[in-house]
T-cell receptor, first 116, second 114 residues
Framework: GDSVTQMEGPVTLSEEAFLTINCTYT??????LFWYVQYPGEGLQLLLK?????DKGSNKGFEATYRKETTSFHLEKGSVQVSDSAVYFC???????????????FGKGTHLIIQP | SAVISQKPSRDICQRGTSLTIQCQVD?????MFWYRQQPGQSLTLIAT?????????ESGFVIDKFPISRPNLTFSTLTVSNMSPEDSSIYLC???????????FGPGTRLTVL
């Protein structure tokens, strides 16, 4: 079955540091890939997405590139802020061509802590 | 994106009782999904609910334990039946977005079973 593997947390960085959160996946089809973020006390929010190989999703200074050859979708940000402290989830949806929406398969989440 | 609300936002329940969680969307959507997020864990899909048809359950989840209703295109309910402490989780509903497989999530219902 489909699965998503993320680096274990918590990840603790200083403000303005470079961030990478690794995400790899296994899927039977040709999935769409997502990063979701859960800020403290808030609901899950879509951060960015990519639907085909070599697509780059970006939002709020975060980027992730869909790498089919390495089955990866690593999240990066050049300079993190304290406000980026949250739990980040990598997810995939393995939809067969032809339409229809599927539930998402999530990684376990990575707790990111940014210190001033 | 859709605006999704859930009721209740949290509840504390006794073992053996049942709780029904409501999910309301501000626009008509075809697909609605219910997830569970156990403490410190990731989200796990419980079932997919289409309006006018029976919900489709994922492996490990059954209708008797988690009955779902989907009476119209803007509303769904999930019932957690005969609860035990292991059912303590956050339950979230989500809906599909305009981009294929994009989903938007409600704020969640935090359930504690004593």
């Amino acid at each position: 079955g489909d699965s998503v593997t993320q680096m274990e947390g918590p990840v603790t960085l200083s403000e303005e540091a470079f961030l990478t959160i690794n995400c790899t996946y296994t899927a039977t089809g040709y999935p769409s890939l997502f990063w979701y973020v859960q800020y403290p006390g808030e609901g899950l929010q879509l951060l960015l997405k990519a639907t085909k190989a070599d697509d780059k999703g970006s939002n709020k200074g975060f980027e992730a590139t869909y790498r089919k050859e390495t089955t990866s979708f690593h999240l990066e940000k050049g300079s993190v802020q304290v406000s980026d402290s949250a739990v980040y989830f990598c997810a995939l949806s393995d939809r067969e061509s032809g339409g229809g929406a599927d539930g998402l398969t999530f990684g376990k989440g990575t707790h990111l802590i940014i210190q001033p | 994106s859709a605006v999704i609300s859930q009721k209740p936002s949290r509840d504390i329940c006794q073992r053996g009782t049942s709780l029904t969680i409501q999910c309301q969307v501000d626009s008509q959507v075809t697909m609605m999904f219910w997830y569970r997020q156990q403490p410190g864990q990731s989200l796990t899909l419980i079932a997919t609910a289409n309006q006018g048809s029976e919900a489709t359950y994922e492996s490990g989840f059954v209708i008797d334990k988690f009955p779902i209703s989907r009476p119209n295109l803007t509303f769904s309910t999930l019932t957690v039946s005969n609860m035990s402490p292991e059912d303590s989780s956050i339950y979230l509903c989500s809906v599909g977005g305009r981009v294929v497989n994009e989903q938007f999530f409600g704020p969640g219902t935090r359930l504690t079973v004593l």
